[in-house]
């Protein structure tokens, strides 16, 4: 968690039409019930990322064979929103719900007993999914409970408030996921299917810095630099409302054409967090 996945969307608290996440914010949207656990492209979902279940307990129904893009491609998924999935029965009335699996990767079927870590399919893109993830849903008695909170229908700022995860996970609410130099300006929609922008090449008449992130937030600015060749940039990036995932970028025009030499780049998050890399142009 925080290194090749994340959390896209926390369980919404808010019982009316606005948004609340566990941790009071608004990494969530309208009536979601679950925990959306998320890799940034679709070429990282094609890397056969396993889904376990969370407990013992016995399959109560599955599905597979929806296509993985079929919402973001424009198609209806009436009735089929889950997509491929896997509803699990555990002891005392507890239930596990995993959706969005990939096309043709459920491995367990109806009646089958489990244990914890047994392999249920791999994250996917399929049913209403806009991006790559699980859906991952806690219910008891029929209650649907969000794990951040321990079932508590009430949000909190406390970061040692009690969570039903066996390991208690850290809030977080929006970073940077990928970032780089390029020359070009950058396609928002290739960068989600994991075709990245190409390197900036000696000669090349703009540098770029591109950041690709998740919970962009109108009073969270982004701090970015990028410096060498005799190029040097520093500026605020804002947002002006909240954004789910965001692609940013800044960059300037190169008169006579970047030199060889090592081109670096950082991008600073309101947590703190520092994304760096560097490119060195032969």
């Not at 089929?80 to 507890?94: F, K, L, T």
């Not at 399919?121 to 991952?136: C, K, T, W, Y």
Request: hydrophobic fraction near 35%; include cysteine; proline fraction near 5%.
């Amino acid at each position: 968690m925080g290194k090749t996945c994340y959390i896209q969307n926390y369980v919404d608290h808010d019982p009316g039409p606005g948004v609340t996440d566990s941790a009071c914010g608004n990494l969530t949207y309208d009536g979601h019930d679950g925990t959306d656990i998320a890799v940034p492209t679709r070429a990282d979902m094609r890397k056969t990322i396993a889904v376990y279940a969370a407990l013992d307990g016995t399959v109560r129904a599955t599905r597979d064979g929806e296509p993985d893009s079929a919402f973001a491609d424009g198609a209806s998924v009436k009735d089929r929103e889950c997509g491929n999935g896997v509803i699990i029965d555990h002891a005392s009335g507890w239930q596990t719900q995993y959706c969005h699996l990939k096309n043709g990767s459920i491995l367990v079927q109806p009646g089958q007993k489990v244990t914890t870590g047994t392999t249920l399919g791999e994250i996917g893109q399929s049913g209403l999914a806009a991006f790559p993830h699980v859906h991952f849903e806690i219910r008891h008695n029929g209650q649907s409970l969000d794990p951040f909170t321990a079932g508590d229908s009430a949000c909190t700022l406390a970061a040692d408030h009690a969570q039903l995860w066996k390991t208690p996970i850290a809030y977080d609410g929006g970073g940077v996921l990928l970032a780089g130099l390029t020359s070009e300006i950058p396609d928002y929609d290739a960068i989600k299917q994991g075709r990245l922008p190409a390197l900036p090449q000696e000669g090349a008449g703009r540098l770029i810095l591109w950041i690709y992130g998740f919970g962009g937030q109108p009073e969270a600015d982004l701090h970015a630099t990028l410096s060498g060749g005799g190029q040097n940039l520093s500026q605020n990036i804002a947002f002006e409302k909240p954004q789910a995932l965001y692609l940013r970028y800044i960059g300037r025009n190169v008169k006579t054409g970047l030199k060889p030499g090592t081109y670096t780049f950082s991008v600073t998050d309101t947590t703190g967090h520092i994304t760096a890399g560097e490119v060195t142009l032969p």
